[in-house]
């Protein structure tokens, strides 16, 4: 079932829907408010309207999203949630709330930056409560024994995501580097009860499985596109085996919470999300969550898959290079468009990069 | 800090400086600049204003060791540096000043060569490029003891802040101020506030010094009045004809930018204010037959200021305001001594760039109304995403409302290499037409 077909047959269901732009925020409170949560990070589409509003050097991420918006396709949606994720994505929030004015009601998300001080967490809560306050304006009340189930629900599927990884990186997964991409960004649209059923029956699989053998590597960025990547990958026989991407590893693989109160619960899982480049992360501790992923997988080296024009990941990545190249990890950076396939040159640089460390 | 690097600086502050500038003054008797019919007669503070921030960027070279140095974004909350006595340097600043001795490109091309890529800032590939080669027309800058970096301007500092922390393994303090989606609310205030109380042990352990509330309180008096002046100064302009343009106010807006909080910034735009005051009086204008006044939006173009002051007042075209110029001065009434972080945090977090774009349409619309504004050029600048984005409808909805003719033309602030001059010139001279249509 595609997503679209997905998200009617929820509307019909009687959830509502709300578009979700880039990247982090509290996906629990949506699902205790009966409403799914789709993430619009890359839709499939030629900008052209768009163009009206944004200049060419605003990256695709942004300029899909809003293309999206403006070709009608979020008709059906309930809502719209702006985290805070970056410059280009603020003004897009706003672009939208006050310029564009659709029928839809806009939320917005502020979370804190590193380095964080002390008045961080507390701040973060009240975020996550003034969000929970701000939808149910719309969405009706959240209860809180709705909360604390969607957040054992949030939990089993952090868990389920850290088996499929550990799956992965031991090579003990039979899925190739497309598959796995497609399997896991379907937590993007995914209700819970869908989800978890889906990933439980990867890991199954995965326990099964014998080797897929082929080089292990890193891929560092926002998103695993254009899919071209992956499918040249798979056909050079080699597996990515973990990954530091904003939209997959950086945030899905949140260890477990210990506290009971569920907004204790989603701060700590916020502070305690791998590190990464909206949060404002300091480069060694983006270096030192590299190298230890490249410990654990045995990985030959890291691909950087920036999207273009991506300030965030781009001012990271000459200092990780050089801290990878001080520890004699090769790595590959690759200045990539969303949905506009893999150049023959791209390709050519992949190729002779994998024969490197191949 | 050193002794002897304390006496050095002390030294050089004191009686090198004053002798050197005092021997530059009598070396130099420039001839004066051959009058143009188009424009008035060159500002008498300009001088002035080259004294201060050469001296400023002179002593600079000496402060290493002899008092705690710190470099800091354009929109951070400098008055609680100033309490310890840090010697701030401002590498936006020093961008601009490499982009007007068109240095740009090849400290650009530095920072490109060791990996950033030139789709970024070139004020952060600028500095970078420093950082990495020490290149510099101020001849020498300190290094810091802590990098002192506020958002409120954009996310970009943040990350170009961070690369600089990590290559020279340098503290970063942050000053996180939530963007203002809608309204500012009280929990940002809190949350601003409770970083700037944070901030105070820590810059008393950088800096060796214990904080005096009643220092601060004084520097935030001078810091107020500093920026109420230059907004004074700018409000000059309402007159017709204005008594400078806005290309004058790009560069006479350094002391407000790099040595807000200090008494020569405050003197300084007490005698600018004074000498266009008289200018308004005696009706003297930078423009003198000015016939349309005109808006400016983003930063400055810097290494284009005099050819394009030149371009347009040719046309007897003036700007007469800018968005960019405003934006120290826009929200300083907030500021006050009584309650210094309450008022810093509201001061700082509402500036133009941390506020949704309606507040920025909004802004627009009074000032085309209260600088009786013709028309308006956006800059849309690669390098500045959050002043950018959002330029194509603000200028649809000016001219929808105020029936504002508007020009959007491409161009980065300091690196020339990506300013096409054919197209531009093309994209202006349509512009003129329209605007005496």
Redesign the interface.
């Known amino acids: 079932m595609s997503r679209k077909e997905y998200l009617l047959q929820q509307k019909e269901k009687g959830r509502r829907i709300f578009g979700v732009f880039p990247a982090l925020y509290p996906k629990e409170v949506f699902w205790a408010l009966d409403t799914v949560p789709v993430e619009i990070w890359d839709p499939p589409l030629q900008v052209a309207a768009a163009s009206a509003h944004l200049q060419p050097y605003i990256c695709s991420v942004v300029r899909l999203g809003l293309e999206l918006v403006l070709q009608g396709k979020t008709g059906f949606l309930d809502g719209f949630l702006f985290p805070h994720t970056c410059d280009s994505m603020q003004n897009l929030a706003s672009l939208i709330n006050d310029h564009i004015k659709g029928p839809q009601a806009c939320h917005f998300f502020y979370h804190p930056k590193e380095p964080y001080g002390k008045g961080a967490r507390a701040f973060y809560r009240h975020e996550l409560e003034g969000l929970a306050q701000s939808l149910e304006g719309q969405l009706g009340v959240l209860k809180n024994e709705a909360l604390q189930e969607q957040m054992a629900q949030g939990q089993k599927i952090s868990g389920l995501f850290q088996n499929l990884y550990d799956l992965r990186a031991q090579d003990k997964l039979d899925m190739s580097n497309r598959a796995f991409y497609e399997a896991i960004r379907r937590n993007e649209f995914l209700f819970p009860d869908d989800l978890i059923p889906e990933l439980e029956g990867h890991v199954k699989k995965g326990g099964e499985a014998k080797a897929r053998g082929g080089v292990p590597v890193i891929l560092s960025g926002v998103l695993p596109n254009p899919p071209e990547l992956l499918t040249l990958l798979d056909e050079l026989e080699i597996r990515v085996a973990h990954d530091d991407l904003l939209a997959c590893s950086r945030r899905l693989l949140v260890p477990q919470a210990t506290r009971v109160d569920p907004y204790e619960q989603l701060v700590e899982r916020y502070f305690s999300m791998n590190p990464c480049s909206t949060k404002g992360s300091s480069i060694s501790r983006r270096e030192a969550y590299l190298l230890g992923l490249l410990q654990k997988t045995g990985a030959k080296g890291v691909i950087f898959n920036v999207v273009k024009f991506c300030e965030p990941e781009w001012f990271d990545v000459p200092n990780l290079v050089e801290g990878l190249k001080r520890q004699g990890v090769p790595s590959l950076v690759l200045d990539t468009e969303l949905n506009q396939g893999l150049s023959g040159q791209m390709a050519t640089r992949v190729e002779a990069f994998t024969e490197m460390i191949g | 800090m050193s002794f002897y690097r304390s006496a050095q600086y002390g030294f050089m502050k004191d009686l090198g400086a004053p002798a050197l500038f005092w021997l530059e003054r009598k070396r130099k008797k420039k001839k004066p600049p051959k009058p143009n019919p188009h424009l008035g007669p060159p500002l008498k503070c300009a001088g002035r204003l080259r004294e201060i921030m050469t001296r400023h960027y002179y002593l600079s070279r000496f402060a290493q060791g002899a008092r705690p140095v710190a470099w800091v974004t354009s929109g951070a909350p400098v008055e609680i540096l100033r309490a310890f006595d840090f010697y701030t340097v401002y590498p936006e600043n020093h961008g601009a000043l490499c982009g007007a001795q068109k240095m740009g490109p090849d400290l650009c091309a530095e920072a490109e060569h060791?990996?950033?890529?030139s789709?970024?800032?070139s004020y952060?590939r600028i500095d970078l490029g420093h950082a990495f080669t020490g290149k510099t027309p101020a001849g020498h800058l300190p290094k810091p003891d802590v990098l002192f970096c506020s958002?409120n301007i954009?996310?970009?500092v943040?990350?170009?802040y961070?690369?600089l922390?990590?290559?020279w393994d340098i503290p970063?303090?942050?000053f996180?101020t939530?963007?203002n989606?809608?309204d500012i609310?009280e929990?940002d205030v809190?949350?601003m506030v409770?970083?700037l109380e944070?901030m105070i042990p820590l810059l008393e352990r950088i800096s060796g010094k214990k904080f005096s509330e009643s220092r601060f309180e004084e520097i935030i008096g001078i810091g107020a009045e500093s920026s109420l002046t230059w907004g004074e100064v700018l409000a000059t302009m309402k007159h017709k004809p204005a008594p400078m343009t806005i290309f004058d106010a790009f560069v006479h807006m350094a002391p407000v930018v790099s040595l807000r909080g200090l008494p020569v910034a405050l003197d300084y735009y007490r005698i600018l204010l004074e000498e266009l005051k008289e200018r308004v009086r005696q009706g003297i204008g930078a423009v003198p037959h000015e016939r349309k006044r005109l808006l400016w939006d983003n930063i400055a173009v810097w290494f284009k200021l005099r050819e394009w002051s030149l371009l347009f007042a040719e046309r007897d075209f003036n700007f007469v305001a800018a968005t960019y110029t405003n934006a120290w001065a826009e929200t300083i009434h907030y500021l006050n001594r009584e309650s210094p972080f309450e008022s810093m945090a509201r001061a700082y977090s509402l500036v133009i760039l941390n506020n949704?774009?309606?507040h920025r349409?909004k802004l627009m619309e009074e000032m085309v109304r209260d600088y009786q504004v013709d028309g308006m050029v956006m800059l849309?600048l690669?390098s500045c995403?959050?002043y950018?984005?959002?330029?194509?409808?603000?200028r649809r909805?000016l001219a929808e409302r105020l029936g504002i003719k508007a020009l959007i033309i491409?161009a980065d602030m300091t690196d020339f290499r990506t300013y096409s001059e054919e197209q531009t010139r093309t994209r202006l001279e349509a512009f003129f037409e329209e605007l005496e249509g």
């Open positions: 060791r990996g950033y890529h789709d970024l800032c952060a958002n954009c996310q970009t943040l990350y170009w961070k690369a922390s990590h290559n970063l303090i942050l996180d939530p963007f989606f809608r609310r929990v809190s949350y409770q970083q944070e949704n774009l309606d349409l849309s690669r995403k959050p950018s984005v959002g330029q194509y409808d603000l909805l491409e």
